[in-house]
């Protein structure tokens, strides 16, 4: 059974940076298309980041430009760097495989806020 474990999140201010985590456990990882989601309070699970095993990073328009999704297939793990973070991005971050996703992990807070 396939397991995920976020982390990397944090209290930053407005303009700074951060790298997220995701450690998929179980077999099949690299042949999976992984994907980024975030959920801030009161809103819906929103899709941010979309990567294609070898192939492109498809990004949501609002974190086109500073945000880059990639991959580590000999340590089972996909990552989210965020740059020039915005109070906006303040969610907490899930990664899934997708389209069809599996049980979700506990995801990582990030904070944006001076």
């Known amino acids: 059974q396939v397991q995920l474990v976020e982390s990397g999140g944090g209290l930053v201010p407005p303009g700074g940076s951060l790298r997220l985590s995701c450690v998929v456990s179980?077999?099949?990882?690299?042949?999976?298309?992984m994907a980024w989601y975030r959920q801030a309070p009161g809103k819906s699970r929103d899709l941010v980041a979309i990567?294609?095993?070898?192939?492109?990073?498809n990004l949501a328009d609002s974190v086109k430009g500073r945000f880059t999704c990639s991959r580590d297939n000999a340590l089972n793990t996909v990552y989210l760097q965020m740059d020039n973070l915005k109070p906006e991005d303040t969610a907490v971050y899930y990664c899934?495989?997708?389209?069809?996703?599996?049980?979700w992990g506990q995801g990582t807070q990030v904070t944006v806020s001076s």
């Open positions: 990567n294609v095993n070898g192939g492109p990073t």
């Open positions: 899934n495989t997708y389209p069809r996703p599996i049980p």
């Open positions: 179980g077999s099949g990882f690299s042949t999976n298309v």
